[in-house]
């Protein structure tokens, strides 16, 4: 079986001692974190900015994961790999030329990633896939943490590792949204290598425990 990487994400983190949060991520022993960057256009809700991201970067050598739920990838992306990226994720809606903006995000040398929001279809990214490195699959409405997954996920998770498979192509899938113990292994099952988690960890008593019981 394929190796299950567990990405905590930081927004539910308390942001007043946001290096502790993280360094205590860093001594249980994840490997990446997920950082999601809002900007109150592409999602109703602010979040995370470049400058978070480098000061960070200053703190830990954690794989960062930046989900970039914004306008304009194509604009700030650079801001993110400069600060100290190491897999850029944007999403399918709103951009034009996402294969342009995909190889020049790994021309850089940092990874890239699609993001497809619930009612977006895995046909819709079908011709980006040999160009990305991971497909980041949203189980809720990108915007806010603390949601209830989306059953009907299951079945696009399933449909796009069939695709993946059938072609060979070196991609992970990430999902993102309402993800713990139970959810976890169901997408598993289906599919998915990278299990994005927010308050599931952060609210719990317990976060070694509950970051242990995504991957079992
Ligand atoms: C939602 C974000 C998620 C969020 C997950 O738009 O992309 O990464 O932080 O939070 P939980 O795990 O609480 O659903
Ligand atoms: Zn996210």
Sequence with gaps: MKKIIIAPSILSADFSNLARDVKMLEQIGVEWIHIDVMDGHFVPNITIGSVVVKSLRKITKLFFDVHLMITNPEKYWRDFKKAGADLIVFHQENLDDKKKLAKE????????????????????????????????????????????????????????RKVIDAKKYNCLIEIDGGINFQTSKVCVKAGANVLVSGSYIFSSKDPTEAIKSLSI
């Design 105 to 160: 995000i790994k021309n850089s040398g940092v990874k890239a990633g699609v993001s497809i929001k619930p009612e977006t279809s895995v046909e819709k990214i079908e011709d980006l896939l040999p160009y990305v490195d991971l497909v980041l699959v949203m189980t809720v409405e990108p915007g806010f943490a603390g949601q209830s997954f989306i059953e009907d996920m299951v079945s696009k998770i399933k449909c796009l």
